[in-house]
C-alpha cells in the first residue's frame, strides 16, 4: 500500500524531494593547490641507503622547510633535524636544476645488493615525479644535481652530510 494514495500529490512530492537528494549528496572535487609555474619543484627528497650495516640518510626539502634523519639500522640509532627556510633559499637550492631536462637523468643499478650504498633523488612538480638512483654514472646530467647538493651542504649540520 503506497504511503500517497493521490497520483497529484506524488508528482509534487517528487518534485521537490527529488532534486533536494542530488543537490545534497554531490561531492566536491578535491583541486591540487595551485601553483605558477606548473613546471615548478616541489620536493626534493636526497637519500643515501644501505651498506653493511644499513646506513642510511634521508634528506627531505620542501619550499618551507628541511627535514633530515639518518641513522644505522644495525646498532639501533636514529638522529632527527629538521629547519624552516626562506624563500630565497629554497630559489637558491633549486636554482641549478632544471626542470626541462629531468626526462634526461638516467639511473644506474643498484648497489645495495653488494654491500653498497644507493643515492637515490626525488624531484616533484606539480605534473610529474622524477626518481634518479645512482644517476652520478649520467656525468652529462648529474651535475645539476651535483650543484644541489653543494648548495645542501652549507644549510645542513655537517653530521648529516
Known amino acids: 500500500m503506497p504511503a500517497i494514495k493521490n497520483i497529484p500529490l ?10 533536494a537528494f542530488f543537490s545534497c549528496d554531490q561531492k566536491k ?31 627531505k626539502v620542501t619550499r618551507d622547510s628541511i627535514h633530515a634523519e639518518k641513522g644505522i639500522t644495525a646498532r639501533q640509532t636514529h638522529q632527527e633535524w ?5 624563500v630565497q633559499t629554497w630559489n637558491h637550492l ?3 636544476i632544471n626542470t626541462k ?8 643499478p643498484s648497489k645495495q645488493s653488494v ?10 612538480t606539480p605534473k610529474k615525479s622524477h626518481i634518479y638512483v645512482n644517476s652520478y654514472a ?3 646530467h648529474y651535475k645539476q644535481l651535483k650543484q644541489f647538493k653543494e ?7 655537517t653530521e648529516y652530510q
Open 10 to 19: 506524488k508528482i509534487l512530492f517528487s518534485m521537490f524531494l527529488l532534486p
Open 29 to 59: 572535487e578535491k583541486t591540487l593547490p595551485s601553483h605558477k609555474d606548473p613546471n615548478g619543484i616541489t620536493f626534493i627528497s636526497l637519500s643515501n641507503v644501505g651498506g653493511d650495516e644499513g646506513d642510511y640518510t634521508i634528506i
Open 82 to 86: 629538521d629547519s624552516a627556510i626562506s
Open 94 to 96: 633549486i636554482s641549478s
Open 101 to 108: 631536462d629531468l626526462d634526461e637523468i638516467e639511473s644506474s
Open 115 to 124: 654491500d653498497g650504498i644507493d643515492e637515490t633523488f626525488q624531484i616533484r
Open 138 to 140: 649520467d656525468t652529462l
Open 151 to 157: 648548495q645542501l651542504s652549507i644549510i645542513l649540520p
